[in-house]
């Protein structure tokens, strides 16, 4: 990976945990100048960071308007969920048909952070971890980036609907969906997880 690229990955993700946390206001544009000047670069790794944004779904490119923040609408998040719930348990199955024990830290680690998270940023940060380390052991790349970035988006709402009534307390569904990964159980960890989805 070149420089630029590395530059154009650094503030494409900061930007969009900045959109997702919403200190980004939905419609707002994202100006190259002061992204640069912002970063100190030039404007190519902002272009590509850009780019980013608008393949994530985090931000929409208009002509003559440029690049704004995105703005979700209600059936935006009923259709991100619709597909959170079709693929996330059919990569969560294949997960656990390919889980090892080297995989149980990281998805522990994850796990422990969220129970003790003691504010919503960090809790919504360890949570979307956790979601994707039990995914992870699928070995699905394709299926885990499009995952990814629903997840994202999921966040973004979390941010703007829940953010403020957060409180802290211990996820009983994260430990059973790693009960039942321990336990080869993929029918169970797949309940549970349809089960967790539809809360949100």
Same mark, same amino acid.
């Given at each position: 990976?070149?420089?630029?690229?590395?530059?154009?990955?650094?503030?494409? /993700?900061?930007?969009?945990?900045?959109?997702?946390?919403?200190?980004?206001?939905?419609?707002?544009?994202?100006?190259?100048?002061?992204?640069?000047?912002?970063?100190?670069?030039?404007?190519?790794?902002?272009?590509?960071?850009?780019?980013?944004?608008?393949?994530?779904?985090? +931000?929409?490119?208009?002509?003559?308007?440029?690049?704004?923040?995105?703005?979700?609408?209600?059936?935006?998040?009923?259709?991100?969920?619709?597909?959170?719930?079709?693929?996330?348990? =059919? +990569?969560?199955?294949?997960?656990?048909?390919?889980? $090892?024990?080297?995989?149980?830290?990281?998805?522990?680690?994850?796990? =422990?952070?969220?129970?003790?998270?003691? /504010?919503?940023?960090?809790?919504?940060?360890?949570?979307?971890?956790?979601?994707?380390?039990?995914?992870?052991?699928?070995?699905?790349?394709?299926?885990?980036?499009?995952?990814?970035?629903? $997840?994202?988006?999921?966040?973004?709402?979390?941010?703007?609907?829940?953010?403020?009534?957060?409180? $802290?307390?211990?996820?009983?569904?994260?430990?059973?969906?790693?009960?039942?990964?321990?336990?080869? /159980?993929?029918? +169970?960890?797949?309940?549970?997880?349809?089960?967790? =989805?539809?809360?949100?």
């Amino acid at each position: 990976m070149t420089n630029l690229s590395i530059k154009s990955e650094l503030i494409a /993700d900061t930007i969009a945990e900045e959109i997702i946390r919403g200190e980004q206001s939905p419609g707002a544009r994202l100006a190259q100048d002061a992204i640069a000047s912002r970063f100190q670069c030039s404007h190519v790794p902002v272009r590509e960071a850009l780019q980013r944004l608008v393949q994530m779904e985090l +931000a929409t490119s208009e002509p003559r308007k440029g690049v704004r923040v995105v703005a979700l609408a209600s059936s935006d998040h009923v259709e991100i969920q619709e597909m959170r719930l079709a693929l996330e348990p =059919l +990569a969560l199955r294949l997960a656990v048909t390919n889980f $090892q024990d080297k995989n149980l830290k990281e998805i522990e680690g994850h796990r =422990l952070s969220c129970d003790d998270a003691t /504010d919503a940023i960090s809790w919504e940060s360890a949570n979307r971890a956790f979601h994707m380390a039990i995914l992870k052991p699928c070995g699905r790349p394709r299926l885990l980036r499009q995952i990814e970035e629903l $997840q994202r988006l999921s966040a973004h709402r979390f941010h703007t609907k829940w953010h403020q009534n957060w409180v $802290q307390s211990s996820d009983r569904d994260h430990a059973s969906i790693v009960r039942a990964m321990q336990s080869g /159980d993929a029918a +169970a960890a797949c309940a549970v997880l349809v089960r967790h =989805l539809k809360r949100a």
